[in-house]
């Protein structure tokens, strides 16, 4: 039962274009998302995250939209640079009484940016 | 100054050996957790500690078992080693009331275990 999932296993893009990560999810107690970045051989890194009370939180070059009504999330990415070739996970929290981060992690996409 | 450390970072063994995953994290977090990667790259929970209280026990096989003396550190014991248990394993840990939004989980780098 894989409750948040991405479906695009790979994107790539040129640099300086903007990159456009998606995510969805189906769980509706749900109610907090993050993005992770994880290079190889090193864990995940927390990037940006919103509350399901907004529609969009930004950062820098970082933007999170979230649609609820679509249980849908995306993360954008401009202008696009060879760093931020990554894997992006995307995640979900909500409706866990019991203490805790408990977050279900999409598998990721797998983001190339080329020169 | 790392944040979330993990020992070892790679282990191989065989089948039927009982081994531990160290993780140690320095940010004054009160809450740890163990995450398992599998070949599919899905990321699940497994464990949560809050100052050395068990919280999260998600389906996770018996032989798989954590401990934690003290909220600085969490281990993972496992016992009787299946080729299944073949993943990379994350320590994370965050700060409860945890749902702040500014207490995201923190990795370690992870422990890539091989049973052979």
């Known amino acids: 039962d894989q409750q948040v999932k991405q479906n695009s296993p790979s994107l790539s893009v040129q640099e300086g274009r903007i990159s456009i990560l998606n995510c969805d999810y189906t769980n509706s107690m749900f109610d907090y998302f993050l993005w992770y970045k994880k290079y190889p051989a090193e864990g995940p890194t927390f990037l940006i995250s919103?509350?399901?009370?907004?529609d969009k939180n930004e950062d820098g070059r970082f933007t999170v939209f979230l649609n609820k009504s679509a249980k849908h999330l995306s993360l954008h990415i401009v202008p696009s640079q060879p760093g931020d070739s990554a894997v992006y996970f995307c995640a979900a929290m909500g409706g866990y009484t019991g203490g805790g981060n408990k977050l279900t992690f999409g598998t990721g996409t797998q983001l190339k940016v080329e020169l | 100054d790392t944040a979330v450390s993990q020992t070892p970072k790679y282990l191989v063994t065989q089948m039927g050996n009982d081994k531990s995953i160290k993780c140690e994290q320095n940010?004054?977090?009160?809450?740890m957790y163990w995450y398992k990667q599998d070949s599919k790259k899905f990321l699940k929970i497994m464990f949560s500690y809050n100052n050395k209280e068990l919280i999260i026990n998600e389906t996770v096989p018996n032989r798989f078992s954590p401990k934690s003396p003290d909220k600085a550190h969490l281990n993972l014991h496992i016992n009787s080693l299946e080729l299944g248990d073949s993943a990379v394993y994350f320590c994370?840990?965050?700060?409860?009331?945890?749902?702040?939004?500014?207490?995201?989980?923190?990795f370690g780098n992870g422990t890539r275990l091989t049973v052979t």
């Open positions: 994370a840990s965050s700060q409860i009331g945890g749902r702040s939004y500014n207490s995201p989980l923190h």
């Open positions: 919103i509350s399901s009370i907004k």
């Open positions: 940010l004054g977090h009160d809450t």
